[in-house]
């Protein structure tokens, strides 16, 4: 069964650092693997998604992920962090079947001025 | 547009009552899914349905029913309200995916449920 694990549930960086967000997967088909953000009081939405057609994902909002499959890691990273990439940040894999997903835990990102 | 709206915003219960969550989509999508969001736990699948009048458990089904009347609507029920029931609920819809395919899954805002 595929899952995902996030490490670290919140993360504090100052504002014009680097973003890194830590995603494994495990998996036992090549994945699809996406991450989602989901600002204060609202729904998730996607950043971006990896469907094995290049290693290295670009998303909204200058984040971008790369696939590296020999480590079975999908990290988010992002050059310069902005005040406005405060939010909680979920890694999901698709399951092998359908369009269902399974998310990891979330790593809520605070950027401090 | 409106995309993917719930009903209620915000409930609180008390133990043992029940109540219905409404899920609507105007994407014309065939997949509806409810999850729930708990701190540390991510969002965990329900139930789900691929098309009007079928529905089916995802991974935390105990304790909810669903129903998919009509294909824009997914309802989401709680016969007994429980505290371990609290939690933040999020419905999503999609386009039907296949083992080749996925189509991105809309999010609701949610529904912030509190059962004392």
């Known amino acids: 069964a595929q899952s995902v694990t996030q490490l670290g549930s919140h993360v504090s960086v100052s504002e014009g650092a680097l973003v890194l967000l830590r995603c494994n997967y495990s998996s036992s088909v090549p994945p699809y693997l996406f991450w989602y953000v989901q600002y204060p009081n609202q729904g998730l939405q996607l950043l971006l998604k990896y469907t094995s057609a290049a290693t290295l994902v670009k998303g909204i909002n200058g984040f971008e992920a790369e696939f590296k499959k020999s480590e079975t890691s999908f990290h988010l990273t992002k050059p310069s962090a902005h005040m406005s990439d405060a939010a909680e940040y979920f890694c999901a894999v698709r399951k092998a079947a359908g369009n269902k997903l399974t998310f990891g835990g979330g790593t809520r990102v605070l950027v401090k001025p | 547009n409106a995309g993917v709206t719930q009903t209620p915003k915000f409930r609180v219960l008390k133990t043992g009552q029940s109540m219905t969550l409404l899920c609507a989509q105007d994407m014309n999508h065939e997949y509806m899914y409810w999850y729930r969001q708990d701190p540390g736990m991510g969002l965990r699948l329900i139930h789900y349905?691929?098309?009007?009048?079928?529905?089916a458990k995802g991974e935390v089904p105990d304790g909810y029913n669903v129903s998919r009347l009509k294909k824009q609507n997914f309802l989401l029920g709680l016969e007994s309200a429980a505290p371990s029931q609290t939690s933040v609920y999020f419905c999503?819809?999609?386009?039907?995916?296949?083992?080749?395919?996925?189509?991105?899954?809309?999010f609701g805002p949610g529904t912030r449920l509190t059962v004392l």
């Open positions: 999503a819809s999609s386009y039907s995916g296949t083992s080749e395919t996925y189509n991105e899954q809309f």
């Open positions: 349905s691929v098309g009007e009048g079928t529905t």
